[in-house]
């Protein structure tokens, strides 16, 4: 089931994806591995992940994990092309040549041919217009399939843009919640054809015993967090929730079994109270 680009994801499920705007797509849903150890932790959980239905990883070469996520693809007995595979160019990497070799390094890691979406971390690593010039020729010679950018606010979009107006990024992955719903942003993507990726769906747990969620969910017979994972997918984002453990993995993706009411949605879209939990990068400059 692919779903196009704009559409409202209601009756979505764990295998559905969502067009790019390069002709590739992704699935609505995976798994971020952000903090999971490089000793086997990460490979454990994504194990457990695809065993369950996911497929879509989401690693960075910051997060210092790559080589566990690619034994687990390997010792998933999943074959690689069923597999979405993303992974992050490091601030400390940007400008062309740095950002060729890190793309090689990344694949070295993972023991793989090529990524399925690499992704500009931040912003705040400058050179800004170089890089995305080499994530262009990483894409024309299939070390990535798709390209895109994590933590980009209006303002390093719109230049972007400018420059390349051939190459729009596929994905603006940041942080969203009903509590963060970067309304701006979200609009700005949409306008462009850039699929929005909520990282930190959960909040970092801050706000899982908020009584208004906490209300609402067992009105649905669910969780909070499984509600703010649903509420993500129904605003039409790609959704990747982080966790290391095999019941919350579960639990996280089972939300393809209900829907938010229109009434329900429109209150969590009110929620916004700018709770950044993560990286606050997203508020700073160009740095051409």
Not at 47 to 71: C, M, P, S
Not at 72 to 101: C, M, N, W, Y
Not at 122 to 151: D, Q
Request: glycine share 8%; net charge neutral.
């Amino acid at each position: 089931q692919s779903i196009g680009r704009g559409k409202l994801l209601i009756m979505a499920s764990l295998t559905s994806t969502i067009a790019l705007n390069d002709g590739n797509s992704i699935p609505v849903f995976g798994l971020g591995v952000y903090l999971a150890e490089n000793d086997g932790e990460a490979r454990q959980a994504i194990l457990w992940a695809l065993q369950h239905g996911y497929r879509l990883i989401d690693t960075a070469t910051f997060y210092r994990n790559e080589e566990d996520v690619g034994k687990a693809i390997r010792d998933s007995g999943i074959p690689r092309e069923k597999i979405f595979v993303t992974t992050k160019l490091a601030t400390f990497d940007h400008g062309k040549e740095k950002t060729i070799q890190a793309c090689h390094e990344s694949l070295r890691k993972l023991g793989l041919d090529y990524v399925d979406l690499y992704l500009i971390h931040s912003p705040s690593g400058g050179k800004i217009l170089e890089t995305w010039g080499a994530m262009i020729e990483l894409k024309k010679l299939g070390y990535a399939r798709s390209i895109g950018v994590s933590n980009f606010n209006v303002q390093h979009l719109k230049p972007l843009k400018e420059a390349y107006p051939d190459y729009i990024p596929a994905v603006n992955q940041i942080e969203l919640s009903p509590y963060l719903t970067f309304d701006e942003v979200v609009a700005y993507c949409q306008k462009e054809h850039i699929v929005l990726e909520a990282y930190s769906p959960l909040t970092k747990g801050r706000k899982v015993r908020d009584p208004l969620l906490v209300s609402m969910a067992t009105k649905y017979k669910k969780t909070a967090g499984q509600l703010l994972i649903r509420w993500s997918i129904q605003r039409g984002f790609v959704c990747i929730p982080k966790s290391v453990k095999e019941e919350r993995i579960i639990e996280n993706a089972n939300i393809f079994d209900f829907e938010i009411s229109a009434e329900d949605m429109k209150i969590m879209n009110g929620l916004n109270e700018n709770l950044i939990t993560g990286w606050a990068v997203i508020n700073g400059p160009w740095l051409p």
